[in-house]
């Protein structure tokens, strides 16, 4: 009986600490290292995934320890904080968003209601598609450009210094483009509008839909 007592409180203190720890441990990517290439290839999705952002992971997870953000999610983290504790929450939050957005068997258009707004805002895919690669190429410095869903239903272009996220001004994150050189300079050096150019083929616009409301 106490054996089983200790093996159950064992249990129960694995499951609070994973719940703890999941809003902001290391997301999984939900495919292979190298199943973006050439678009992204193998070596920057190692060092962009498993390096970047498992520094700013750890980061955060060390910084909001002891603070009132503890048990918080990462989404009020980002829309509460400042400083560095908001650049780390953040910076997890982007890349959380930005490494679910892509698939190897991705590309093509979106369908159904995030169509038709991109279409009503832009006039065309192909409009909007040329409008984001120009602000993502144009943002100074590191950043990124999203589209984003703003409370009255429309969509917005957003260009966002260092780890900035539509959620902090009350928009919903439905698209990110991350323009820190990381994200593409070993593939691209300076290339940056090459590489925004070429994650089109890898949108999963499938997931991406899903963030439209
Ligand atoms: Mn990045």
Redesign the pocket.
């Known amino acids: 009986m106490k054996r089983f007592i200790l093996l159950w409180a064992a249990l129960v203190l694995a499951a609070v600490s994973l719940a703890q720890t999941s809003t902001w441990g290391l997301m999984q990517l939900p495919y292979a290292t190298d199943a973006l290439t050439p678009v992204i290839t193998r070596r920057t999705v190692e060092l962009?995934h498993g390096k970047?952002?498992a520094a700013y992971a750890a980061t955060l997870q060390r910084l909001v320890e002891g603070t009132e953000y503890e048990r918080k999610s990462l989404e009020y983290i980002v829309r509460h904080s400042t400083g560095v504790i908001f650049n780390n929450a953040g910076?997890v939050l982007?890349?959380n968003l930005?490494f679910e957005q892509f698939s190897p068997t991705g590309g093509g258009q979106p369908t159904g209601r995030l169509a038709q707004a991109i279409e009503a805002q832009w006039g065309s895919f192909e409009n909007f598609c040329e409008e984001f690669e120009k602000r993502g190429t144009a943002l100074f410095g590191s950043g990124w450009v999203w589209l984003a869903q703003n409370a009255d239903s429309t969509l917005i272009i957003l260009q966002e210094p260092g780890g900035g996220n539509p959620i902090a001004s009350g928009r919903r994150p439905i698209l990110g483009f991350?323009v820190?050189e990381?994200?593409y300079y070993l593939d691209y050096e300076n290339r940056r509008a090459e590489h925004l150019h070429n994650l089109w083929n890898i949108i999963d616009w499938q997931v991406v839909g899903e963030r439209f409301r």
Do not use: I, M, R
């Open positions: 962009h970047h952002l910076q982007n890349h930005y991350d820190w990381h994200a």
